[in-house]
């Protein structure tokens, strides 16, 4: 049952930001642990971000640490992502969803997870 809504993505150039924001529906975040994962065309879908229920503890992929941060609203049931220094490398539909432990590396998602449409970032060069 558990429902998320990404929203967010555009087209921007390299060097650009996005912040993306990721919605529950039909239920209460509490303190579920949220990752964010993209799909690059052609690729498998990557776990790139986590963050832990209190968001108290975060963590990135290599290819994105330093330049993304994640974070989360519990009082408005959203979870974000803030994307800086986009680069050509960054386009993809960005997804979020349960994560497993955000120790784990590469970041994963819970099982059963019914994933949305996603919302599309393009960066170009």
């Known amino acids: 049952q558990l429902q998320f809504v990404e929203s967010g993505g555009g087209l921007v150039h390299t060097g650009g930001s996005l912040r993306l924001s990721c919605a529950a529906s039909?239920?209460?975040?509490?303190?579920?642990?949220v990752g964010w994962f993209r799909q690059a065309p052609g690729k498998e879908r990557e776990g790139i971000s986590c963050v832990t229920g209190a968001g108290g503890s975060t963590s990135y992929a290599d290819s994105v640490k330093d330049r993304f941060t994640i974070s989360r609203d519990n009082a408005k049931n959203t979870v974000y992502l803030q994307m800086n220094s986009l680069k050509p490398e960054d386009t993809a539909v960005y997804y979020c969803?349960?994560?497993?432990?955000?120790?784990?590396?590469?970041?994963?998602?819970?099982?059963?997870?019914?994933w949305g449409q996603g919302t599309q970032v393009t960066v170009s060069s």
């Open positions: 969803a349960p994560a497993k432990s955000c120790r784990l590396q590469p970041i994963q998602s819970q099982g059963s997870v019914s």
């Open positions: 039909g239920f209460t975040l509490g303190y579920l642990t």
